[in-house]
């Protein structure tokens, strides 16, 4: 998560684009792919301890709904997950190796509409991270690559992002300078990548004729090992409708079971 497709140097070659006009190109698509109402997308990659991961989610903005569904492999375990914000409240259900997870006999988890709360037995958690996962619009990120200084940005030409023209953008952002440059969620954001270890960031950014992010890559090395992801944005503007899962199969993690089922 734009005025018109000229400002941004057009679908053109690679030549005649400065440095800071790409800069501002990249930084005009993601506030435009940013604000739009809706975005479908799909994620491929790899994630420092997580290890192989695909997921595919699409997200409204308002009122807030979003569904995700991603699986992770890494040292022989397939972990799968499906997370869904409905009405503000954050549920989940996953499995390991083909393993339904359940609790108190039910497969879903119902984590409320805040992202800190006491649970039963007075165990606090902290879902903000999680929340912030299934419901933001992956384009906040191209950000980064506009905010790096101007000589880090350039144009490498145009390709095809699923059956779309692009404009390919391309540049590193050392973690450093980006702390001082960004605000809001984005520094959230940031820290993200600072957990995993990561001090810089090569960005890859494909922007379309509408001024929309198509495609975003994002790599980088740290301490705990590779990333490299690939986002891809398909849909924009279209309906999502998302239902909570049916009561009988959910457990409120924010009150005492009144029942065990296993």
């Given at each position: 998560?734009?005025?018109?497709?000229?400002?941004?140097?057009?679908?053109?070659?690679?030549?005649?684009?400065?440095?800071?006009?790409?800069?501002?190109?990249?930084?005009?698509?993601?506030?435009?792919?940013?604000?739009?109402?809706?975005?479908?997308?799909?994620?491929?990659?790899?994630?420092?301890?997580?290890g192989q991961v695909e997921?595919?989610?699409?997200?409204?903005?308002?009122?807030?709904?979003?569904?995700?569904?991603?699986?992770?492999?890494?040292?022989?375990?397939?972990?799968?997950?499906?997370?869904?914000?409905?009405?503000?409240?954050?549920?989940?259900?996953?499995?390991?190796?083909?393993?339904?997870?359940?609790?108190?006999?039910?497969?879903?988890?119902?984590?409320?509409?805040?992202?800190k709360f006491t649970a039963?037995?007075?165990?606090?958690?902290?879902?903000?991270?999680?929340?912030?996962?299934?419901?933001?619009?992956?384009?906040?990120?191209?950000?980064?690559?506009?905010?790096?200084?101007?000589?880090?940005?350039?144009?490498?030409?145009?390709?095809?992002?699923?059956?779309?023209?692009?404009?390919?953008?391309?540049?590193?952002?050392?973690?450093?300078?980006?702390?001082?440059?960004?605000?809001?969620?984005?520094?959230?954001?940031?820290?993200?990548?600072?957990?995993?270890?990561?001090?810089?960031?090569?960005?890859?950014?494909?922007?379309?004729?509408?001024?929309?992010?198509?495609?975003?890559?994002?790599?980088?090395?740290?301490?705990?090992?590779?990333?490299?992801?690939?986002?891809t944005l398909l849909d924009?503007?279209?309906?999502?409708?998302?239902?909570?899962?049916?009561?009988?199969?959910?457990?409120?993690?924010?009150?005492?079971?009144?029942?065990?089922?296993?």
């Amino acid at each position: 998560m734009l005025l018109c497709a000229g400002c941004a140097g057009g679908i053109g070659g690679a030549g005649g684009s400065s440095d800071s006009s790409a800069a501002a190109a990249v930084a005009r698509a993601a506030r435009a792919t940013e604000g739009v109402p809706s975005v479908h997308y799909r994620v491929s990659g790899r994630i420092p301890e997580q290890g192989q991961v695909e997921s595919e989610a699409s997200v409204a903005a308002k009122p807030a709904r979003a569904r995700m569904v991603t699986s992770s492999r890494d040292d022989g375990k397939t972990t799968e997950a499906e997370l869904r914000i409905v009405d503000g409240v954050l549920y989940q259900r996953a499995s390991e190796n083909g393993v339904a997870q359940q609790a108190h006999g039910r497969h879903w988890a119902d984590f409320g509409p805040d992202a800190k709360f006491t649970a039963g037995g007075g165990l606090r958690m902290d879902v903000s991270g999680l929340r912030d996962q299934v419901g933001r619009n992956p384009a906040r990120d191209a950000a980064f690559l506009a905010a790096a200084a101007a000589g880090d940005v350039r144009r490498t030409g145009t390709e095809t992002v699923a059956g779309t023209r692009t404009t390919h953008y391309t540049g590193t952002a050392a973690l450093d300078d980006l702390r001082d440059s960004v605000t809001g969620k984005a520094k959230a954001d940031l820290a993200q990548y600072e957990k995993l270890g990561v001090d810089e960031l090569t960005l890859d950014v494909w922007v379309d004729g509408d001024d929309h992010v198509r495609r975003l890559r994002t790599q980088g090395f740290g301490r705990h090992g590779e990333l490299d992801l690939t986002v891809t944005l398909l849909d924009f503007g279209k309906p999502v409708t998302v239902r909570a899962p049916a009561a009988d199969d959910t457990v409120d993690l924010r009150a005492p079971a009144k029942e065990s089922r296993g």
